[in-house]
């Protein structure tokens, strides 16, 4: 017999990573310990319906489970996350989990007695765009979660101060990660119709918590000539959406939601200034992409985004304060400069993947040493 490590990753719609925040980590993770020799398991939702369950594969070198759903939408969510849970509590290792959102399924591990790590997220329940009987289901479980996991992890140290009133442990503060953007191809930047320097970028869902209608508002009372570039999905039958829409300069282009890395880098890196409207969540991943990035940061004030994009930034509380800041960096090239410097020394200070996945890798291998027959 020999000592080996092993952990099992689930909460993610799986690896290689094509949709979010979650999978890019799951993905970078899981990559970076077998590289360290270490195993792991990363449970992914399969395209193909309920044909390919439990069906096991290997991605370079990662162990991967594959669960498919017969229902749709957020049922599915709740059908993959109990399939994954009751198929890990025979497996060695320990269980990381990232979000709460299906957290009362995790009650099945606690009664396994297997180790349970959880990354808290966002402050899902806080979300204006969530109905009052979803608010209460994210409520209770972010109460679960934070109970019923060994460790909480935070990504921000406001999301860690929210966990610990929820809980007895202490929650460990680990942020996001991004990789750094050194240069970047124009072309895709050219093929979308834009000039390199010379556009405004947005990317997040269309919601209100996410600021949207009043970032466009502010690029067009700003009068400027550079275009406001709005990444993400439009619904033409929902009415928020409608509402940028026609609250929109014509020079404002909604391209919809695009996912391809090398065109979502060279967008982030040959941009003008980044534009943030989140007012919930702790570290999010766009906002530390586009420091990666070494953008210029207009944000919306609270207290997730100054910590996250630091000093050096510009911040606004409503329409007329983000007009003043895009009107000035339009402007101002020694302002953009001096803006760009502060979002690379940020990025480089707390957010490169190889100082995170390092301490996650110190977090998690403490808990993760298994008995494995030797061949």
């Known amino acids: ?37 270490q195993s792991v398991t990363v449970y992914c939702q399969s395209p193909h319906g309920k044909d390919l369950d439990g069906r096991e594969d290997y991605w370079q070198g990662v162990h991967r489970v594959f669960f498919g759903t017969r229902r749709k939408g957020r049922l599915a969510t709740l059908e993959f996350d109990l399939a994954c849970v009751r198929h890990v509590l025979d497996r060695p290792g320990v269980d990381l989990v990232l979000g709460y959102n299906t957290a009362v399924f995790n009650l099945l591990q606690r009664r396994h007695g297997r180790k349970i790590f959880m990354n808290m997220d966002g402050i899902e329940w806080k979300r204006a765009k969530w109905p009052l009987t979803a608010k209460v289901w994210f409520f209770l479980n972010e109460v679960l979660g934070a109970n019923l996991c060994d460790i909480p992890i935070a990504d921000h140290p406001e999301i860690a101060r929210h966990v610990r009133r929820r809980c007895r442990t202490e929650p460990v ?34 919601e209100p918590e996410n600021s949207i209608l009043e970032i466009v508002k502010a690029h067009k009372a700003a009068d400027t000539d550079m275009k406001l570039f709005v990444l993400g999905r439009l619904d033409p039958n929902n009415k928020y959406h409608r509402k940028v829409q026609t609250a929109a300069a014509e020079n404002v282009m909604f391209p919809g939601a695009i996912y391809d890395d090398p065109t979502v880098k060279s967008l982030r890196f040959h941009a003008r200034a980044y534009c943030h409207g989140h007012q919930v969540g702790g570290t999010n991943p766009s906002l530390v992409e586009s420091l990666g990035a070494g953008n210029a940061i207009i944000a919306h004030d609270n207290r997730f985004n100054r910590w996250t994009a630091g000093e050096g930034q510009r911040y606004f509380r409503n329409v007329a304060s983000c007009t003043d800041h895009i009107r000035s960096l339009a402007r101002d090239d020694i302002a953009l400069f001096s803006a760009r410097i502060a979002a690379r020394a940020r990025h480089a200070e707390e957010f490169r993947w190889p100082t995170v996945l390092e301490k996650y890798q110190d977090l998690l291998c403490g808990h993760t040493q298994v008995q494995i027959a030797a061949e």
Do not use: W
């Open 1 to 37: 017999m020999y000592l080996r490590s092993h952990l099992n990753i689930l909460g993610t719609r799986g690896i290689p990573a094509a949709h979010g925040g979650f999978e890019t980590f799951a993905e970078k993770l899981a990559l970076h310990l077998v590289g360290q020799g």
């Open 173 to 206: 503060v680990i942020p996001y990660g991004a990789d750094a953007v050194g240069a970047a191809d124009e072309t895709p930047v050219c093929k979308l119709g834009l000039d390199p320097g010379e556009y405004f970028l947005s990317i997040a869902r269309v």
